[in-house]
């Protein structure tokens, strides 16, 4: 079973930034798309960004297009998500996912996604 572990949440003001980091297995990263998600209290959990294995095609939701950067250290088998510019409406729980398909092509639904880290909590607040 893959296993991922998200970090790097924590309280930021309006305008500032946080990167979080999602260790999954060297196995997971070169033969599964990974993806970022959030659920903020009493909503349904939505996709933020995702990228395809191996580091290939990324996809972002609109609401953070030229905010988030999604991206893959090989080395360090981690994904991240560079968040700027955050505003209040981030706030949210942050999730990591594998999608359990081999070699698709990222999606943002969550549905797709089998293997799911903790969370990490995201708080934008001045």
């Known amino acids: 079973q893959l296993q991922l572990v998200e970090s790097g949440g924590g309280l930021v003001q309006p305008g500032g930034s946080l990167r979080l980091s999602c260790a999954a297995s060297?196995?997971?990263?070169?033969?599964?798309?990974i993806g970022w998600f959030r659920q903020a209290p009493g909503k349904e959990r939505e996709g933020v960004s995702c990228i395809s294995r191996g580091g290939g095609a990324t996809k972002y939701e609109d609401s953070v297009k030229g905010r988030f950067t999604i991206s893959v250290d090989n080395a360090e088998n981690t994904v991240y998500l560079q968040m700027t510019s955050l505003q209040p409406e981030d706030k949210a729980v942050y999730y990591c996912a594998s999608d359990p398909v081999l070699f698709r092509q990222c999606v943002l639904r969550p549905t797709e996604y089998e293997y799911w880290g903790q969370g990490t909590q995201v708080t934008v607040a001045s």
């Open positions: 060297r196995f997971a990263l070169d033969y599964y798309a």
